[in-house]
């Protein structure tokens, strides 16, 4: 079965920076695609990022592009999300996910974690 767990959300004041991370089970992960999305209160689930687990090819959102980085430890099966340069519209639940399309959308990946809460402060 397989599972994914989010960690390291908490708040954090504009500028600041937070890493995140996605431990994975349950799957051989070499062939997907991990991808990070959040989700604000009252809006649509967006695409933040995402790591192809054997190539290590990454893609990002727009609006984050040059603060985030997203990186894979293969040996632990973990996904990392370093953010850094935090802004207020930052502010959201973030979840892994995998998937074994690359894609920026929600529909393409089957599994999700629970998700993790970052808040940013003025």
């Known amino acids: 079965q397989v599972q994914l767990v989010e960690s390291g959300g908490g708040l954090v004041q504009a500028g600041g920076s937070l890493r995140l991370s996605c431990a994975a089970s349950g799957r051989t992960f070499s062939s997907y695609n991990m991808g990070w999305f959040r989700q604000a209160p009252g809006k649509e689930r967006e695409f933040v990022a995402a790591?192809?687990?054997?190539?290590?090819?990454?893609y990002y959102a727009t609006s984050v592009k040059g603060r985030f980085t997203v990186s894979r430890d293969n040996a632990k099966n973990t996904v990392y999300l370093q953010m850094n340069s935090l802004k207020r519209e930052d502010t959201a639940v973030y979840y892994c996910a995998t998937s074994g399309y690359r894609s920026t959308y929600s529909s393409a990946y089957d599994y999700w974690g629970q998700g993790t809460q970052v808040t940013v402060s003025s």
């Open positions: 790591i192809n687990w054997s190539a290590g090819n990454t």
